[in-house]
């Protein structure tokens, strides 16, 4: 029987309504407020500084906002109408131009209308910038150039001075646009600086004031979310052995103890999941075991003479069995590795004496398909479990020997670091596809190589992944031109 700490309720592993029950429902009585009513609290506080710091420059700051907005609104109007200026009168250009080798009546109505459109704007210009109204006379004098209906023949070149001369006026235009705008916005400023000054003295009261009430609560609240988060990481880990304890505001400690009841509820569904596939695999390995003594009695054959067809339906059976028990061995594997992880026998081990006593244990295996292994690099000793280190490198090794073409290479590169050290694991295989360089660490999954050959368990990246992590390191898969790249980057003090 699980009781959890601070609550009401026990729960049996076995009994469903146990477990919904778990959850506590009461907590002790705690003097501390609750983190909903210093939010509260902290909230009308601040608000009621700044509302008074917002009513005592209100009305000052509705007369700069007025004037900013004005100035905003004629900065728009002023620029769009500058552009369509600008894009009317390079239309009225063009169709000037190619009415004038054309003659055709439509690059006159298409002038008619790009002009129409520019004098709009120059409208706009003329209400929203003093002092342009002869400049806009002029433009509009200019802007017919001999083409409207009533002169459809005018001379080309005196067509290009008026154009020349167009383009004169909009930039004339465009350089009393950008003065207007950096007076407008230079007074703008300079009232902006005034009014800063008459706000200063309150502003700093009430920054000074929600500061110290930000301390305040950073101070209260802070550090039990920094619990809550690490308990949450633990719990995303895995790590369910440490109790969770969360201090603070009493809706946070409440929270706290949630999290200890889900804790415990995940170690139980844990230690079900693994009770249940060590119950089920020592079934399976029981019949197993008399379907392979069998086979190999008739492989032998002590019922009788086979013949030759059913000879090759017991080396059939033979190999099937033989992979059946060697998957259910290594699921037995990854089972075990779970619990062990998180009991490592750290001693100071010299990390390339190890690799390399790893790659002599698999030189066989290399040979038999031609696969060279190669050692480089130097690492520094530090404290390992050598025994769960050992497992990792030959699973990788083994791994790469699986997927190693004939004749190709296998290098296992080592690197000491400032703080940290580096395993690098390269093959000519056909490599890892983007697409699982994540997953194919997750246990059960395989790549598409070894879906297609029938390789591997998908058991053994995951037992890298377990081991590696329970040292702190990490594991991952790198971009490779060719083959596979795996890095494992262990820390060390």
């Not at 609560?217 to 440490?242: C, D, K, M, S, V």
């Not at 020592?282 to 013949?307: I, M, W």
């Not at 295996?365 to 690492?379: F, Y």
Request: net charge neutral; glycine share 8%; aromatic share 4%.
């Amino acid at each position: 029987m699980l009781t959890l700490a601070n609550a009401t309720h026990t729960y049996t592993a076995g009994s469903l309504s146990g477990r919904m029950a778990l959850l506590p429902t009461e907590t002790r009585a705690m003097p501390s407020p609750s983190f909903r009513f210093i939010l509260l609290a902290s909230f009308l506080l601040v608000a009621g500084l700044l509302g008074a710091v917002a009513a005592s420059g209100w009305m000052s700051l509705a007369d700069f906002a007025n004037r900013g907005r004005r100035i905003a609104h004629d900065a728009i109007g002023l620029t769009t109408a500058l552009q369509q200026l600008g894009e009317r009168t390079v239309d009225m250009e063009r169709s000037a131009r190619q009415f004038l080798v054309l003659r055709d009546a439509a690059l006159q109505r298409r002038f008619v209308d790009a002009r129409h459109s520019a004098i709009e704007a120059l409208t706009r210009i003329e209400h929203l910038l003093p002092g342009s109204a002869p400049l806009i006379a002029e433009w509009r004098d200019l802007s017919s150039l001999g083409i409207v209906p009533e002169d459809a023949q005018p001379a080309p070149a005196l067509v290009a001075d008026k154009l020349r001369r167009l383009t004169e006026l909009n930039e004339t235009l465009t350089r009393r646009v950008a003065a207007s705008l950096d007076r407008a916005n230079a007074s703008q400023l300079d009232a902006l600086d005034h009014k800063r000054e008459q706000l200063a003295a309150l502003l700093l009261s009430g920054v000074a004031l929600t500061s110290a009430l930000g301390l305040l609560i950073a101070w209260w609240i802070l550090r039990p979310l920094r619990q809550l988060a690490g308990a949450i990481t633990a719990l995303g880990e895995n790590r369910l052995q440490q109790p969770i304890a969360v201090h603070g505001p009493a809706d946070l400690r409440q929270l706290g103890e949630r999290l200890d009841w889900l804790r415990l509820r995940l170690a139980d569904l844990e230690a079900n999941r693994n009770r249940v596939l060590r119950h089920v695999s020592h079934e399976l390995k029981t019949p197993l075991a008399s379907l392979r003594e069998g086979v190999a009695l008739l492989a032998d054959q002590v019922p009788g003479p086979l013949k030759p067809a059913q000879r090759e339906v017991t080396d059939i059976l033979a190999g099937n069995t033989r992979t059946l028990q060697e998957r259910i061995e290594q699921l037995l594997d990854y089972n075990a590795s779970q619990f062990d992880a998180a009991k490592l026998a750290l001693q100071p081990t010299a990390l390339h004496e190890l690799a390399a006593g790893v790659l002599t244990e698999l030189r066989l295996p290399a040979q038999g398909k031609d696969v060279h292994l190669r050692l480089e690099g130097d690492a520094t000793t530090f404290a390992l479990d050598a025994e769960k280190m050992r497992i990792v490198l030959s699973n990788l090794v083994n791994n790469a020997i699986a997927y190693s073409p004939p004749g190709g290479e296998i290098r296992l590169v080592l690197t000491a670091g400032a703080g940290i050290s580096t395993i690098d694991c390269m093959d000519q295989g056909p490599g890892v596809a983007p697409d699982d360089a994540e997953r194919i660490f997750e246990p059960f999954v395989r790549g598409p190589a070894a879906e297609r050959h029938g390789k591997g368990s998908g058991l053994g990246l995951a037992i890298v992944r377990e081991f590696v992590r329970a040292h702190g390191g990490r594991v991952a898969v790198l971009p490779a031109s060719h083959g596979a790249h795996f890095r494992i980057e262990l820390p060390h003090g």
